[in-house]
């Protein structure tokens, strides 16, 4: 296998499929509309592609805008110590500005989830905090839902050796690019067609969810015994959904969860994470926290422990639930039986739960709910959003109804229903 991946590991027809997919089921791009796209520097094969697509689509304007770790790393060591608490804000508001006009964006991720592990952690803080408010106005026009988004990955080499590492170089990146086009559907035929019946499929669990309208969801499993209450009008997601600028998209490649927001208050008993946590180039494994009126009082962790609760200290939200998802034990993902350490992929390869933030879109009318109308609900509100998995082969969960009465859900990790 080696000697057949030296000269072209990853496969063009996947690729130019891959970006298909980008173009067309992850942002629904419509013609005369301009787009922006982020992309790490490796990722040129794949950027090139998509523009391809989207100039084919109809695409008005493709600007791209390239970053390279290793001039992160160069800033990070040799940059003046004044220089942390800064972001080219001029860049960000150009954003925010391009999207206020009806751009849609896209973002290729492919970098190394361990690139800032070794760095000093005080700059890297001030760096993350400056880019962070600097960027604020353009990220909440993706996460208020206002345009059409999409994430998608290219298999960067620091990522493929993190994730295979006993394999030779181009064998790694051969294997996590198989890996991503698999998640992906890039390895199907029609894989536009494979999209649209995966949608479908997450409508139908989706649908069926609304119309349950649970209370609260149980979780049993080893080492677990939760109740999650669900906030007053919530309302399930998953797969294509429609921004607030009518266009109806995907946000994430790939997909396979569905999810709503649970109730920040009413969150009962034991849980324990079924794979480790990549978190910010650090991996938290063994996770077991209680809850008690919706917040966790008392926190453990196999290894990572200090991370772990570095996370839970960042505001009075981070200690509280902002999501819950169902991914079948079943999924491609899980299937493959690989840890990507990076989100995108990892949270759908199990059923999750999310401390922090919520997502105004899993409540019904969220987009003209006030911030406190949200918290009346149940909705929680953090800085942070951290997904783990809490979902395996043996997970049951049964749906409690407004009158108690139990509807099974999950057995043994698989969805009940068909
Ligand atoms: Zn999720
Ligand atoms: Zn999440």
């Not at 649970?262 to 946590?277: C, D, F, N, R, W």
């Not at 009126?293 to 926190?299: D, L, T, V, Y």
Request: proline share 4%; glycine share 8%.
């Amino acid at each position: 296998m080696q000697e057949k991946h030296k000269q072209q590991p990853v496969d063009a027809v996947k690729l130019d499929r891959l970006a298909q997919i980008a173009v067309k089921t992850g942002l629904g791009l419509q013609k005369g509309q301009n787009i922006v796209v982020t992309a790490p520097v490796e990722a040129l094969p794949l950027l090139r592609r998509i523009a391809c697509h989207a100039y084919r689509a109809g695409a008005n304007l493709f600007t791209p805008l390239l970053a390279d770790e290793e001039l992160t790393l160069l800033r990070l060591r040799e940059a003046p110590e004044t220089s942390f608490d800064h972001a080219a804000g001029w860049l960000y508001q150009g954003m925010a500005a391009a999207y206020a006009q009806g751009a849609a964006r896209l973002a290729i991720v492919g970098e190394n989830p361990m690139l800032l592990a070794n760095e000093d952690a005080g700059k890297v803080a001030r760096l993350n905090k400056a880019t962070s408010l600097a960027y604020k106005p353009a990220l909440e026009k993706i996460s208020n839902f206002d345009i059409n988004w999409n994430i998608i990955a290219y298999p960067g080499l620091a990522w493929a050796r993190l994730v295979f590492p006993n394999l030779a170089e181009n064998e790694a990146v051969y294997r996590l690019a198989e890996a991503i086009f698999a998640a992906s559907r890039a390895d199907r035929e029609d894989p536009l067609a494979a999209w649209a019946e995966h949608n479908a499929a997450l409508r139908r669990r989706s649908d069926w969810l609304d119309t349950e309208n649970f209370a609260a969801l149980h979780f049993k499993g080893k080492g677990t015994d939760l109740q999650i209450g669900l906030a007053e009008g919530h309302k399930w997601s998953g797969g294509a959904s429609q921004a607030k600028n009518g266009i109806i998209c995907n946000p994430n490649i790939p997909t396979e969860e569905v999810f709503t927001t649970p109730h920040a208050y009413k969150v009962e008993g034991i849980v324990q994470s079924t794979k480790p946590l990549a978190h910010h180039g650090s991996l938290i494994e063994n996770i077991c926290v209680r809850f008690k009126g919706g917040q966790i009082i008392e926190a453990k962790a196999g290894k990572g422990e200090a991370v772990f609760n570095r996370i839970l200290e960042s505001d009075a939200g981070a200690r509280r639930l902002g999501e819950v998802a169902l991914v079948p034990h079943s999924s491609p993902i899980s299937a493959s039986g690989l840890l990507f350490y990076n989100t995108l992929f990892d949270e759908n390869a199990a059923c999750h739960i999310a401390l922090g933030q919520c997502y105004s879109k899993c409540l019904k009318g969220g987009a003209h709910l006030s911030k406190e109308e949200i918290a009346a609900r149940g909705g929680n509100s953090s800085l942070v959003h951290v997904d783990w998995m809490i979902g395996g082969g043996d997970t049951d969960i049964d749906g409690i109804k407004q009158d108690g009465s139990l509807v099974p859900v999950f057995r043994k990790g698989e969805w009940v229903s068909a």
